[in-house]
Nanobody, 116 residues
């Protein structure tokens, strides 16, 4: 059973950057399925922010295109989200999961707060 652990969040000012990491156990997450980042902002539904397919194709929410980059390191069984030019609207708890369908139990998430 895969366990997801997100990290790397924090408090940054608008325009700042963060790099989120998602560590996962198991070969299924690393090899077979794509990977994704979701976020849930206060008072809003959880939304797909970025995804990378098993073949390497990427998807980004329109509002983060050009600012966020999803990547993975199969050797480390880790997925990353590089977040640049952060905006207050990016404030949320960020979660990772499989892509395109988030079938795994959600981890604890990592809090990203963009505050001016």
């Amino acid at each position: 059973q895969v366990q997801l652990v997100e990290s790397g969040g924090g408090l940054v000012q608008p325009g700042g950057s963060l790099r989120l990491s998602c560590a996962a156990s198991g070969s299924t997450f690393k090899i077979i399925f794509g990977k994704s980042w979701y976020r849930q902002a206060p008072g809003k539904q959880r939304e797909l922010v970025a995804g990378i397919s098993s073949g390497g194709s990427t998807y980004y929410l329109d509002s983060v295109k050009g600012r966020f980059t999803i990547s993975r390191d199969s050797a480390r069984n880790t997925v990353y989200l590089q977040m640049n030019s952060l905006k207050p609207e990016d404030t949320a708890v960020y979660y990772c999961n499989q892509y395109p369908t988030p079938t795994l139990p959600w981890g604890q998430g990592t809090q990203v707060t963009v505050s001016s």
